[in-house]
C-alpha cells in the first residue's frame, strides 16, 4: 500500500463549475487529501486557515489572483501556490511571490499530478521525524535519512553524517516513512530512493554508505517497479 502524506488544498476561482472541476480532478487523484475551494480572492484573504497547496485563478472579479497572492505572502502565508491562468504574461510578477507553477485552464491530469506529486516530495523532505536515542529526543529531517537497519528489538537509522541508534522497530519507522520514497528492501533493511547509486541483482549501493545493502530475492521484481515509478514521478524536479 502507498501511503502519502494528508495536504490541506484550497482552490480558489470565481467560476463555482470551473472551481468545482478542479475539485473533483485532485480529489480523485489524492482521495485521502482535505480539499476546500473558495469563488473570490476576498474571502480567500479573510480566512485564517493554513493551506499546503493554494490552486489561485489569476484573472478573477474583485482582487485578482496576483493581488491576492501578494496580500498572502505579505501576511506570512508559505503556502505553494499554483497560478491557474491561460495567459503567461504575468510570470515576471509570479516570481514575486514565489509561485510554485502555472497551470493552463482546462488541466492537464497528467501535469496536474506531477505537481502534486512534487509538491508532496519536497515538504516530505522538510518534514522531520522525532526519535529517542537514550534521554534525548532528536528531531531528523526525512530528506537526510539513507536507510534504516533492523538489529533486534531496535533500529539503526544513518543519515549522511551520523547513525542513530533507536530503540523502536524497523516496521515502526515505515509505517511512518510512507512506500513513496522507502522501500522495505529485505527483513532487516529500509532504503530511500532518494540516495540509491546502483542496483545489482542481490544488492543495492547507496550514497555515503560504504557497504551494499541485500535484496531480498522475492522483493527484487517490486523493487524495481517501484524505483521506476519514483524516476518517472521525480525525474522533472531532481
Known amino acids: 500500500m502507498v501511503i502519502k ?11 463555482p463549475i470551473i472551481c468545482d472541476a478542479i475539485c473533483a ?3 480523485k487523484i489524492r482521495p485521502n487529501d482535505i480539499i476546500t475551494s473558495t469563488y473570490s480572492g476576498e474571502e480567500l484573504i479573510a480566512q485564517d486557515k493554513y493551506y499546503d497547496i ?32 491561460s495567459h503567461t504574461e504575468c510570470m ?36 522531520k521525524i522525532m526519535i529517542t536515542v537514550g534521554q534525548d529526543i532528536i528531531p531528523i529531517d526525512v530528506g537526510d535519512i539513507i536507510c534504516l537497519e533492523a538489529f533486534g528489538d531496535g533500529t539503526y537509522i544513518y543519515t549522511q553524517n551520523q547513525i542513530f541508534v533507536t530503540a523502536k522497530q524497523l516496521k515502526y519507522y515505515i509505517d511512518i516513512l510512507g512506500s513513496d520514497d522507502f522501500y522495505h528492501i529485505h527483513r532487516s533493511f529500509a532504503i530511500s530512493f532518494k540516495y540509491i547509486k546502483s542496483i545489482m ?11 551494499p545493502i541485500p535484496i531480498s530475492r522475492r522483493k527484487f521484481a517490486d523493487f524495481k517497479q517501484c524505483y521506476k515509478k519514483y524516476i518517472r514521478m521525480n525525474a522533472i524536479c531532481l
Open 5 to 15: 502524506m494528508k495536504l490541506n488544498i484550497l482552490v480558489c476561482d470565481d467560476e
Open 25 to 27: 480532478a485532485i480529489q
Open 54 to 85: 493554494i490552486f489561485l485563478d489569476i484573472e478573477m472579479n474583485g482582487i485578482s489572483g496576483m493581488e491576492c497572492a501578494t496580500r498572502l505572502r505579505e501576511s506570512g502565508c508559505n503556502s505553494y501556490i499554483i497560478f491557474l491562468t
Open 92 to 127: 515576471p510578477d509570479a516570481f514575486k511571490v514565489k509561485a510554485f507553477r502555472f497551470m493552463e485552464k482546462p488541466l492537464n491530469n497528467t501535469v496536474l499530478e506531477e505537481a502534486l506529486t512534487s509538491i508532496e516530495k519536497e515538504l516530505l523532505n522538510k518534514r
Open 201 to 211: 541483482p542481490n544488492e543495492v549501493n547507496m550514497y555515503h554508505m560504504k557497504s
